[in-house]
């Protein structure tokens, strides 16, 4: 079998049948040995017998949601290439061939793109258009360093093994993007060709919702790039945070007019403190990702590892706690030889300040080696 065409299927009575019958006409318009499936997710308006009496192979997706159905129907899928689309006519299934060329000429993604392709009136919300989607594919392209122009466009194709091997786990709307930014991180080759989109045929509200969905896609964007989720902004507070530092530990300064002081010291020492708190967090992330396979290895990550083993991670915060104390001490020991009296806050806290802030730095970095260790030993344990 060289091709499945895949149709995820919801109560979708009124318009399966035309989908099938020009599935079904393409592939033998094409002369290809191929099949047409449908992954039924609990459909209750007959859609399933519909589907079978159009020539449809139908199967069961016990899980609820578009991508459970799809991950289900991959699964079931006999052909080596699969073209999925969504079942309310809104995509063109007898006009496949770029499709086809693409993959015959050795892509293992080929993505649609509607933007390229034309978008009839009242095909796509005015939301959806100049803004949910052109936003999250440019967050896309940008956080993984791909080409692809429209993330969420429901018309591919692609190698079945390869998008097996990517062991696509989330059941809802956001396996869209999933696909996308597993393929892009494992190095897969992704193509794109022009693909029309047309209003669907349904009478009834789709099963997309936008705030919802539109918030899973960029929530999976953002888990999947610890780069963009924690370790720039946690870069950026870190700088921040030792410049005001830089600044304000000497003595009072002026921006814009404005007295600056203790106060905004103790905010520089928040920045700071935030920003340490990312990008280990990033390290975190990363780990888990790469142990897991979620992420290819990383060379930075590994060259990172080798120049410090995380082992002395341990050593470098309790080293950071020292120096803080010291400081404390010092603010102390001011206090101590004023008698334990009144003391001028703008000149103590210059010491109090950086002082707390490393002791709690130091923790951090001892308890984050702790947690890197468990991320380490969990993975050992599994391949062991």
Not at 23 to 37: C, F, M, P, T
Not at 87 to 96: C, V
Not at 114 to 135: D, K, S
Not at 202 to 213: C, E, F, G, I, V
């Amino acid at each position: 079998m060289e091709l499945t065409i895949l149709l995820p299927c919801l109560n979708e009575a009124e318009t399966i049948e035309v989908c099938v019958n020009k599935a079904r006409g393409w592939i033998q318009k094409a002369g290809i040995q191929g099949e047409v499936l449908i992954s039924d997710n609990g459909s209750t308006d007959g859609s399933q017998e519909i589907a079978e009496k159009a020539g449809a192979r139908v199967v069961h997706a016990p899980r609820r949601g578009y991508g459970a159905a799809l991950i289900q129907g991959i699964e079931s899928a006999q052909g080596r290439f699969i073209i999925m689309g969504d079942a309310d006519d809104s995509y063109d299934f007898s006009r496949l061939d770029l499709f086809w060329e693409k993959l015959n000429d050795g892509y293992d993604l080929v993505m649609g793109n509607r933007f390229q392709g034309g978008i009839e009136p009242g095909a796509m919300p005015w939301l959806h258009r100049y803004l949910g989607n052109p936003v999250l594919s440019f967050l896309g392209r940008l956080f993984f360093r791909t080409d692809c122009g429209d993330f969420h466009c429901g018309l591919r194709g692609f190698r079945r093994q390869a998008i097996k091997d990517l062991k696509m786990v989330t059941p809802g709307m956001e396996f869209a993007s999933e696909m996308v930014v597993k393929a892009s991180l494992m190095g897969l080759k992704i193509g794109e060709v022009p693909t029309k989109l047309s209003p669907d045929g349904r009478s009834r509200a789709p099963h997309l919702n936008t705030w919802r969905d539109g918030w899973r896609h960029l929530r999976f964007l953002l888990v999947f790039s610890p780069r963009w989720l924690y370790l720039i902004p946690g870069l950026f507070l870190i700088g921040l945070g030792l410049i005001i530092w830089i600044w304000l530990l000497p003595g009072p300064g002026k921006f814009l007019g404005l007295e600056l002081g203790v106060h905004t010291l103790l905010m520089g020492s928040l920045f700071v403190t935030i920003g340490l708190q990312c990008v280990m967090f990033s390290i975190l992330a990363k780990t888990y990702a790469i142990r897991y396979g979620l992420h290819p290895p990383h060379a930075s990550l590994a060259r990172l590892e080798k120049l410090l083993p995380f082992e002395n991670w341990t050593f470098i915060g309790g080293v950071v706690v020292a120096g803080g104390s010291l400081l404390t001490l010092v603010a102390i020991a001011s206090w101590a030889i004023a008698g334990f009296g009144p003391l001028d806050p703008e000149r103590t806290l210059r010491w109090l300040i950086p002082g707390v802030t490393l002791v709690s730095l130091g923790f951090e970095i001892i308890l984050f080696s702790f947690f890197f260790w468990l991320i380490d030993f969990g993975f050992n344990q599994r391949k062991g």
